[in-house]
């Protein structure tokens, strides 16, 4: 194979590869932007993301929900001061 062949062939892998990297990246953009849009939307609804802790305005806690829905109970010990 003739080196002009060689040169030829190599000139447009790369740039098939080029534009296939290019198309990666925009494609990875898109989902990120996306993404991004999901977060803000949620945010936005309820003023946090949905993995934080809710703040018990009680400060007190009989029951804990697990994510799995089972329920604990918590026992709690109470001192009397007299």
């Not at 990246?25 to 999901?38: D, F, G, M, T």
């Not at 007190?60 to 026992?75: C, D, F, H, Y």
């Amino acid at each position: 194979m003739p080196l002009k062949n060689i040169v030829k062939s190599l000139a447009t892998n790369t740039q098939t590869f080029q534009q296939e990297t290019r198309a990666s990246i925009q494609n990875l953009e898109n989902q990120i932007s996306l993404l991004a849009s999901s977060v803000y939307k949620i945010e936005s609804k309820t003023g946090k993301l949905p993995s934080q802790a809710k703040i018990n305005p009680k400060k007190n806690i009989s029951v804990m929900t697990l994510r799995s829905g089972k329920e604990v109970q918590i026992k709690t010990i109470t001192t009397s001061t007299q």
